[in-house]
């Protein structure tokens, strides 16, 4: 914004200077050739009178000796013949048998002048021819021709223009520098509100914008500000609440759970249905709150990442697929799966270890609990340009496009695997982890059937590998 605030107003002060400057150079230009005009049309009035008093004296000693003095004097020269194209006097080379002079020699003796009007300018040379007819009335009794240089007059030109350009030119700097400070003080506010509203976007608490610049944004900073502490108090309030709520319920879980336990030994036999009952509800709520919990430190880290680059080390992405293979297995055989992976080359991923674990474990027990028996279940890591993607496939059931676009929901269970147990958040843990760093979930269907969890990793900022590539430990 403040480039384009800045474009506006230098375009507005080039204009402006443009309008200022450009009239006053073409009339300077006009004012001295105006000059040069006057000057040699009076030279050559007088040149007239003495050429007219030669004509009826008959003595021409005074006008030939005036034309040499100032040809002598000035460098320009001069043409006087009478009134039957007879030259009286011919200084500086120049002849009235020359075609151009004998021209003006006839228009002048037709009573005719031939005065030069064409503004000059700093690159102007050569000379300007000027003719006057010598007379009274319409008795014409001869005729001058001038040849006037124009290298002063245009040297006078081009000391104007630049004094001209270079007061535009410090006109036009002050004006920047102060469409610049003007920028700043407007556009100053704006980033600054910009940044707190992108932080409050993110569920964290914004800083305090300081009301500056002009009025309406003063007044809108203000108001921001206590929007933004109203927002961040609630989301706070919020977030703790879920937090509290699941660390301060572990205890009374931990001691409902031994006492239940310690009543085991004093149920009959015909009770272990219930307590068995019991406990997998006691499991299923322990669950549930680390769930929870986890899902309120995934906000609050994705938060603060979408404003700042939290530290990280980077990690194998590959290392940890091995890893995580080597742990789910076991697993996935006593369910009855098949849980294979493909090797290939290292990739480091702008992400910690434990959060790609956090992300693998998920779409591996929800392939594992939700695929069946039998099913054929397959971790891939492989690189697709600036990104890593771990890639978990299953040839089970898997979603139909409704059941897709709520798979991410809060506490959404499909319905298709009735007997497996879990709260629903697992989706939403591992999506809140890799917005934070920058990446994306992405389900869709496999082929021919089943379901295809991909988590999209940037790469580390170090690592090169082509696009393509398959890695894996």
């Known amino acids: 914004m403040r480039n384009r605030v800045q474009a506006a107003l230098l ?14 150079l073409v009339s300077t230009a006009s004012d001295r050739t105006q000059q040069l005009v006057l000057a040699r049309s009076s030279d050559l009035d007088r040149f007239a009178s003495l050429t007219d008093q030669a004509a009826t004296t008959g003595d021409t000693a005074a006008v030939v000796a005036e034309a040499r003095r100032y040809t002598r004097l000035y460098g320009e020269a001069l043409v006087v013949t009478d009134a039957r194209h007879k030259p009286v006097v011919e200084t500086g080379g120049m002849r009235a048998a020359d075609p151009a002079v004998a021209r003006l020699i006839d228009a002048a003796l037709r009573n005719q002048t031939a005065h030069p ?12 021819m000027f003719a006057e007819p010598a007379g009274t009335g319409t008795q014409v009794s001869g005729a001058i021709v001038l040849r006037a240089s124009v290298r002063a007059a245009a040297g006078d030109i081009a000391w104007r223009w630049a004094a001209v350009l ?7 700097l002050a004006c920047t520098a102060l469409a610049r400070a003007v920028t700043r003080w407007v556009v100053r506010p704006l980033r600054r509100l910009d940044r707190a509203v992108g932080q409050l976007a993110a569920g964290l608490p914004p800083e305090h914008t300081h009301a500056s610049g002009p009025p309406e944004l003063r007044q809108l900073a203000t108001g921001f500000n206590r929007m933004a502490s109203t927002v961040t108090s609630a989301l706070e309030q919020q977030r703790r609440l879920v937090a509290d709520t699941s660390h301060q319920m572990r205890n009374p879980m931990a001691a409902l759970r031994l006492r239940v ?5 004093h149920l009959p036999a015909a009770a272990d249905r219930t307590y068995t009952g019991v406990t997998t509800e006691l499991d299923r709520l322990e669950t549930l709150l680390d769930d929870m919990l986890a899902l309120a430190t995934a906000e609050h880290r994705a938060g603060e990442l979408t404003v700042s680059d939290g530290p990280y080390a980077p990690c194998d992405a590959a290392a940890v697929a091995a890893e995580q293979h080597r742990l789910w297995e076991p697993v996935a055989r006593r369910r009855g799966a098949h849980l294979t992976t493909r090797p290939a080359a290292p990739v480091l991923v702008a992400c910690t270890e434990h959060e790609l674990a956090q992300i693998t ?5 929800n392939a594992i609990k939700y695929a069946g028996e039998d099913a054929g279940i397959t971790l891939r890591c492989t690189v697709e340009g600036p990104h890593a993607v771990l890639t978990v496939t299953d040839d089970g059931p898997g979603l139909d496009v409704e059941e897709l676009t709520r798979a991410t929901e809060r506490f ?17 843990i591992a999506e809140q982890l890799l917005a934070g760093r920058g990446g ?17 990793v940037p790469r580390a900022a170090e690592e090169a590998a082509e696009p393509g590539q398959e890695v894996s430990p």
């Open 412 to 428: 959404w269970r499909s319905g298709k695997q009735s007997g497996t147990t879990g709260t629903g958040l697992g989706l939403a």
């Open 361 to 365: 474990d998920i779409l591996l027990d």
């Open 11 to 24: 375009a507005f002060v080039v204009l402006a200077v443009a309008a200022f400057a450009v009239p006053l």
């Open 166 to 172: 270079a007061a535009a030119a410090v006109v036009a």
């Open 117 to 128: 009007t064409a503004s000059l300018t700093p690159w102007s040379g050569g000379h300007r």
């Open 440 to 456: 994306r979930l992405e389900l869709g269907p496999a082929r021919p059937r089943g379901l295809r969890a991909r988590a999209v």
């Open 261 to 265: 336990d310690a009543l085991h030994t």
